[in-house]
């Protein structure tokens, strides 16, 4: 919401193919793989990589096939609890990095603010936005 040349995450079969089909030198992909390396994500670095953008790779580990001809790599610990890996240092690593690119920018939060008041305008948050009557405890 802070910079309108943000591409959402693809969700459609196919839209991550046509959406690195169509980075240039100008773009930065970053790239998250856990210890299962997703085929879509690999080729996806491949093909943004041919196209000329810069691969931010965010992998568990430097053995990840993203990190080959990658722009910059930032090796996550996704190790948790459980059996199943966790994306929270991922999660933080993008989040720290939104934070820094929008403390650069002029215009980030007025961005930001135009989004939020969006939003609230049709109804999206409930509650001590006063958009939607709050309900009483």
């Not at 085929?39 to 568990?60: K, T, W």
């Not at 989040?95 to 969006?118: D, H, K, P, Q, Y």
């Amino acid at each position: 919401m802070a910079f309108e040349n943000f591409a959402d995450v693809p969700s459609r079969p196919s839209s991550i193919i046509d959406q690195m089909s169509q980075v240039t030198a100008d773009d930065i992909v970053v790239a998250i793989t856990s210890a299962h390396h997703a085929s879509e994500v690999v080729s996806a670095c491949e093909i943004a990589r041919n196209n000329g953008a810069r691969i931010l790779a965010l992998p568990y580990s430097h053995a990840s096939p993203i990190v080959i001809g990658a722009w910059k790599v930032l090796r996550l610990p996704m190790a948790g609890p459980h059996f199943i890996l966790s994306l929270n240092s991922a999660l933080l690593a993008v989040e720290i990095l939104l934070v820094g690119m929008a403390a650069r920018s002029n215009e980030a939060a007025e961005e930001v603010s135009a989004f939020e008041n969006r939003v609230r305008q049709f109804g999206g948050y409930v509650g001590s936005s006063g958009s939607l009557r709050e309900r009483p405890d």
